[in-house]
């Protein structure tokens, strides 16, 4: 090769950095962590407003924000939703209360309109027909590279955020939470319906993000770096154009210095969600002090993190996992209890017993999913279950009771209907 040659590649491998460093400035910018306290907490609810007497989608979110006049309150996707957010929380103590005051504030505004609120991840009776979208340049972005699928995520979910102190222990507690995907769906499973129809699932809404390659089931990385690294290709090649794009389950949130755990449904209410919280700030505390777990345990395949995930998403917190390569199984319930057990000692530290024992209830009772498809069985009415969850947010626990006496009613009463009648003549013979 001769100088000349040499140096012409040379300068055309410096132009070409220097132009890619320049393509690469926006998303770069995003990529830079912002430090936060280590182990804090902030959560997001996503609310559906309905109309009290027809059950439809009320396109009063904007208002409701207005009227509201407070930075936890926020647009989302369509006109019929609120989010609503935590500050800086030090504990679930704290997201209790300030999301507490939240929920409060939004069903007063709401009820002087005549509206209702719910949450869960898909209400029964709004069809995405009915709904209508905000005006915003990033969704209609989203509307033209979705195509129809956009259509579909109009579902409320439940965030997590956990502080980082750095990037790279991002990155560990990242790979630390993807053994929890089956989890968090299962115990915070609250859409078996999608557009009117009984899907059979106890959790339809993950299967919204699965239909994108951006979206739903992470990647582990080994190092912030290669994070870093994806999050440019996909940069340059179109896929995104913010981090925000990233639907993933997990994903670190430099921005805020956190790690965001977005796989839940929207909870039905707050008693239930302060349970997860509880439950995910609890396993945080103890991986700060076992960091060797991670090392220790082998990233299941790709194969078992889909099936987890998919029975998790199926069956709610009836399904079994697949515990190892073999194939054997174990009770997700059990798993759960097991874990409550391990992370003991941070549950009595950190004063989260009354959300353990909800906890507890949950998988001796059931989640949201099952008590909906429980007042479903037994009413065969929609509008009974939208109610139903209305009055789980306001009563701001789950009502087992309820959903139990309909079911133990319905049989009952078929019970009723099966045995024949005794009639005065049958009486006299």
């Not at 997590?160 to 750095?166: K, L, P, Q, R, T």
């Not at 993000?209 to 994806?230: D, H, N, R």
């Not at 925000?244 to 755990?261: A, F």
Request: hydrophobic share 40%; with cysteine.
């Amino acid at each position: 090769m001769s100088v000349v040659h040499w140096l012409k590649g040379v300068f055309e491998s410096k132009t070409e950095s220097a132009i890619q460093r320049k393509e690469l400035k926006e998303i770069n910018e995003q990529l830079a962590f912002a430090k936060s306290e280590p182990l804090t907490l902030g959560v997001e609810f996503e609310l559906a407003l309905m109309d009290k007497t027809t059950l439809k989608p009320a396109h009063f979110g904007a208002e409701i924000i207005a009227e509201a006049n407070q930075p936890s309150f926020h647009k989302e996707l369509l006109k019929h939703m609120v989010e609503l957010t935590t500050g800086v929380c030090r504990n679930a103590h704290d997201v209790e209360e300030q999301m507490g005051r939240n929920i409060r504030t939004v069903l007063e505004l709401a009820d002087k309109r005549g509206l209702l609120v719910t949450g869960t991840g898909r209400p029964p009776t709004i069809k995405l027909c009915e709904t209508q979208r905000n005006d915003d340049p990033r969704y209609a972005y989203l509307q033209e590279g979705r195509k129809i699928l956009n259509q579909r995520f109009a579902a409320l979910g439940t965030h997590i955020h956990i502080g980082m102190e750095s990037s790279e222990k991002c990155i560990r507690y990242h790979n630390f939470y993807m053994h929890f995907l089956p989890h968090f769906i299962a115990l915070a499973a609250g859409s078996p319906f999608e557009d009117g129809i009984e899907t059979g699932l106890a959790s339809v809404r993950p299967t919204i993000a699965e239909s994108l390659p951006i979206a739903g089931m992470p990647y582990s990385f080994k190092t912030w770096q290669e994070y870093v690294s994806l999050c440019q290709t996909m940069y340059r090649a179109g896929s995104i154009r913010n981090l925000k794009d990233l639907w993933w389950d997990i994903r670190p949130s430099p921005r805020y210095g956190t790690l965001e755990i977005r796989v839940f449904d929207q909870l039905s209410n707050l008693g239930e969600a302060l349970a997860i919280v509880a439950f995910v700030h609890a396993l945080s505390m103890w991986f700060d002090h076992n960091q060797s777990w991670l090392d220790e345990m082998p990233r299941p395949s790709t194969w078992r993190l889909r099936e987890n995930k998919w029975r998790a998403m199926r069956y709610g917190l009836d399904g079994k996992l697949v515990v190892n390569s073999l194939g054997d199984t174990c009770p997700i319930i059990d798993d759960i209890k097991q874990w409550l057990d391990r992370v003991q000692t941070q549950y009595t530290k950190l004063g989260y017993q009354p959300y353990r024992e909800t906890l507890l209830n949950m998988l001796a009772h059931g989640n949201s999913a099952k008590r909906q498809q429980m007042v479903w069985a037994a009413t065969g009415s929609l509008e009974e279950v939208a109610r139903f969850n209305c009055r789980e947010l306001q009563n701001g626990k789950p009502l087992w009771q309820y959903a139990e006496d309909l079911k133990a009613e319905k049989i009952s009463d078929e019970k009723a209907k099966a045995t024949p009648q005794r009639t005065s003549q049958d009486a006299a013979a």
